[in-house]
């Protein structure tokens, strides 16, 4: 059997709000849109008493053994969903880890979709929504990579055909902890997103909305609110802000031409950090 490839792409999270606190876990609603950033990852089914998985790339470097993937290919074999069916997956990662932008997650949830396409496993919407919740809370968002509104009962409404927003990403030389990050919460915003539609994806309603954790990683990274001011303050994006826990900030344009002239800024003045000038698919 020959290897499968599928693109998994990088999840930002254009604005989200964190709605309380039930035991260990926050409640959020998020509106989350994908870029052309992505992951390769090849896959196939193979003769063999376990799953081999491996990382390669740019940003593999930090990946440990109990990563997503790992734990989703567990939750099946425990679960015995695989039949004894064992598959090698191999990870290019080109999306930077502890960035906010979901690129575990998304690993987890494309391969998970790719399983059941091909129906290497049977399990309805429920069981899909249970493995996906217990791996990472934004995996479910990556079963299809396409602008989503999560509202607080952990409901997805999927929209499609909207006009590409262009986007320089960035992210500075060190990585934000989600756990930390979320630790830290301290207040909690009322529900926005309960009546999802497509306006809310338009740069008006975007303007006006934020991400609640980009406070707590701005106050305790100096140098992050010093590289949001930068890009606040070249070629005039339409919002510049941090997607999920940090540390990647997204710069928003309305056209490609200013986004092109912000990445050349930007890489002249941190010329050690990471960035990409991308757009939503």
Not at 123 to 139: F, L
Not at 142 to 169: D, M, V
Not at 183 to 207: A, C, G, I, Q
Request: charged share 30%; with cysteine.
């Amino acid at each position: 059997m020959s290897y499968k490839k599928i693109k998994s792409y990088a999840k930002i999270n254009l604005a989200l709000n964190i709605i309380s606190k039930i035991k260990s876990l926050h409640r959020i609603e998020s509106i989350v849109a994908f870029v052309d950033l992505y992951d390769v990852i090849l896959i196939k089914k193979i003769k063999s008493k376990k799953h081999i998985i491996s990382f390669s790339g740019k940003f593999s470097k930090n990946i440990g053994l109990n990563n997503t993937v790992s734990q989703l290919f567990k939750i099946l074999e425990k679960k015995k969903l695989l039949k004894n069916q064992k598959f090698e997956v191999k990870i290019k990662k080109k999306i930077p880890i502890k960035a906010g932008l979901g690129g575990g997650s998304m690993n987890a949830a494309n391969i998970l979709s790719y399983l059941i396409k091909k129906k290497f496993l049977k399990i309805n919407k429920y069981e899909i929504s249970e493995i996906a919740k217990s791996i990472g809370s934004d995996v479910i968002l990556g079963l299809e990579s396409t602008n989503s509104i999560l509202n607080t009962k952990n409901e997805i409404k999927r929209f499609y055909g909207y006009k590409n927003f262009f986007t320089l990403i960035v992210k500075p030389n060190f990585g934000c902890s989600t756990k930390d990050i979320y630790s830290k919460v301290r207040k909690y915003d009322k529900p926005k997103f309960n009546r999802p539609n497509k306006k809310m994806f338009s740069f008006d309603y975007l303007k006006k909305m934020s991400n609640s954790l980009e406070p707590i990683a701005l106050s305790k990274y100096n140098k992050l609110k010093k590289i949001k001011l930068f890009l606040e303050n070249i070629s005039t994006p339409a919002f510049v802000r941090m997607s999920g826990s940090g540390s990647a900030l997204v710069a928003y344009f309305q056209s490609k031409e200013r986004c092109d002239d912000a990445k050349k800024k930007f890489s002249r003045k941190y010329k050690n950090f990471w960035c990409i000038a991308s757009k939503t698919i």
